[in-house]
């Protein structure tokens, strides 16, 4: 079974500023994806970015970028620049390519998120 | 477009009752999926159905009924709720294309049961 841990259960930044949230993972899949979704007070899961773990690439995504490092099971996210809109929870998640049956995505517990003026 | 429609938004209802959540997607995916999410907590899987079929249930009590009638519509049945069962359900759908599998989630019905 696969377990996605989030060690930072909240954080702060000022705005414009530069935050990583953690995150790290066990599997013994060597195919899978990882995912960063955040969920600001509506409630509503947006999709911030996305990994393919045979990409040594690191996505970026405009203010947003990973840094993917297979061998340590690790999968932390950057955001440059920080906007007031940011404050969010922040989950991480883990997914296995499955040719079988629909896939699943393992989120960790989330790290809240807080950007002040 | 990667828009997950849902409704209702909110909803209470009382134990005896009987209520139904819709989720809709017009992006082709023909993978839906139903979560369940309490406060500060991270979503639970409940149901997947991938190609109009139930192909994942997560031991959900009888009182919740998925129902998937079109490749586009997905249905929560609930009947019978306990107090328990307040919380934020959420819609998701994807790809069934190997590497397209990224999931997309509607805004969540919230549901309150008295």
């Known amino acids: 079974a696969q377990t996605v841990t989030q060690s930072q259960p909240e954080m702060s930044v000022q705005e414009a500023e530069t935050v990583t949230l953690s995150c790290t993972y066990d599997?013994?899949?060597?195919?899978?994806?990882l995912f960063w979704y955040k969920q600001p007070p509506s409630r509503q899961m947006i999709l911030v970015i996305r990994?393919?773990?045979?990409?040594?690439q690191n996505a970026t995504e405009n203010r947003f970028s990973v840094n993917f490092q297979k061998a340590a099971k690790s999968f932390s996210l950057k955001i440059s620049d920080s906007q007031l809109g940011d404050t969010a929870m922040y989950f991480c998640?883990?997914?296995?390519?499955?040719?079988?049956?629909?896939?699943?995505?393992?989120f960790g517990t989330g790290t809240r998120l807080q950007v002040t003026l | 477009d990667t828009e997950v429609t849902q409704t209702p938004k909110h909803l209470v209802m009382g134990m005896t009752n009987k209520k139904s959540l819709k989720c809709e997607q017009h992006?082709?995916?023909?993978?839906m999926y139903w979560y369940k999410q309490k406060a500060k907590k991270p979503p639970e899987l409940m149901f997947v159905?991938?190609?109009?079929?139930?192909?994942i249930n997560e031991s959900v009590p009888s009182r919740f009924s998925p129902e998937c009638p079109n490749s586009s519509l997905l249905n929560l049945h609930l009947h019978a709720l306990q107090p328990e069962d307040s919380a934020l359900y959420l819609c998701?759908?994807?790809?069934?294309?190997?590497?397209?599998?990224?999931?997309?989630f509607g805004p969540g019905t919230r549901l309150l049961v008295l």
């Open positions: 599997t013994s899949e060597n195919n899978y994806y």
């Open positions: 992006m082709g995916h023909r993978a």
């Open positions: 998640a883990f997914m296995t390519l499955n040719t079988g049956t629909a896939s699943k995505l393992t």
């Open positions: 159905y991938s190609y109009e079929k139930l192909s």
């Open positions: 998701a759908s994807s790809q069934r294309l190997v590497g397209q599998e990224t999931q997309y």
């Open positions: 990994q393919e773990a045979y990409k040594q």
